[in-house]
Nanobody, 115 residues
């Protein structure tokens, strides 16, 4: 079992920034990937950004150029730096880690971007 603890969400104006953190309760050295999904009201959950065990970072279309993902392997923590936030970025953000053929999820945190 892996517990993921997320922090850093909140309310921000359009154009502002937030930094989300996700700390795992045990070593993620053998993880396959770790990152963030988000779910906007009335929409399906979508992958925002992920980092792989080989150190390759992916940021998906909706967030390219504005978001960056990073990982501190010593702390088993991933970060999502979100800049130039837009109202469409509003939603619940969920951290996940995939390891040992299992996906573990955080409780989720709310990000609200006001126009």
């Amino acid at each position: 079992q892996v517990k993921l603890v997320e922090s850093g969400g909140g309310l921000v104006q359009a154009g502002g920034s937030l930094r989300l953190s996700c700390a795992a309760s045990r070593s993620t050295t053998n993880m396959e990937s770790m990152g963030w999904y988000r779910q906007a009201p009335g929409k399906q959950r979508e992958l925002v950004a992920a980092v792989t065990r080989s150190g390759i970072n992916h940021v998906f279309d909706s967030a390219k150029g504005r978001f960056a993902i990073s990982r501190d392997s010593a702390k088993d923590t991933v970060y999502l730096q979100m800049d130039n936030l837009e109202p469409d970025d509003t939603g619940a953000y969920y951290c996940y880690v995939r390891m040992d053929l299992t996906a573990y999820w955080g409780q989720g945190l709310q990000v609200t971007v006001s126009s």
